[in-house]
Each structure stands twice: as C-alpha cells, then as structure tokens.
C-alpha cells in the first residue's frame, strides 16, 4: 500500500508565502507524474500545477508565475511553494500522484489527505 501524506497548510495574509508538501510512503517501486489539485467551498476540484518525473512542469494559469511545484525523487515527496497569495487561493488543496508499487506493474492513482490553506488578513 502507498500513502501519501501532506504538510505545510495554514493561515496567511495576503501577500503571503506558504509552502506545501507531500511525502509518498509504502511499496514504491517508481513515482510517475505528481500532481497539485485543489477545492475551494462549493468548486469543483482544480488542478493546478504537475510535474513528470523528470521534472517538467504545468501550472493552471491562476498561479503562473506565483506558484512553484517541484519534487525530490531520493524523497518520494513534491513541494509546492506558493508565493503572493490571494484570497482567492484559500481552498483544501490534494496531492495526487501515479505510482507503480511494484517492478512492472501499473501505475495506480494515490491521493493525500487534504491541506487547508486560507489567505485572509
């Protein structure tokens, strides 16, 4: 079995910075594609940033330029450091990620807990 286990939410002012992680746990045998989603009340869940393995990345255009994903792969963990945050971001945001537990097997979808971040003065 795989976990995947976030960190890093809270409170913080506009303007703010606060960085998210999410550390992947259990049978691994390889990380594919790591992604970012997230959920503000009474939305749809968004995707907003992902990154492949070897490292290339997307952003929803929402956080181009103010959002920064990336991933340490002797760590099994993604990062998601988010910069000039605006009320707008406030949302649960999920860490999700394609992971092969085993030497040729499928990949299988896995996703974190939640994170709760609030941007509010």
């Known amino acids: 079995q795989v976990q995947l286990v976030e960190s890093g939410g809270g409170l913080v002012q506009p303007g703010g910075s606060l960085v998210l992680s999410c550390a992947a746990s259990g049978s691994i045998f390889s990380i594919y594609f790591m992604r970012w989603y997230r959920q503000a009340p009474g939305k749809q869940r968004e995707l907003v940033a992902s990154?492949?393995?070897?490292?290339?990345?997307n952003y929803a255009d929402s956080v181009k330029g103010r959002f920064t994903i990336s991933r340490d792969n002797t760590k099994n963990t993604m990062y998601l450091q988010m910069n000039n945050l605006k009320p707008e971001d406030t949302a649960v945001y999920y860490c999700?990620?394609?992971?092969?537990?085993?030497?040729?097997?499928?990949?299988?979808?896995?996703w974190g807990q939640g994170s709760q971040v609030t941007v509010s003065s």
């Open positions: 990154i492949t393995g070897g490292g290339s990345t």
């Open positions: 999700n990620a394609a992971v092969s537990p085993r030497v040729a097997s499928a990949p299988e979808d896995y």
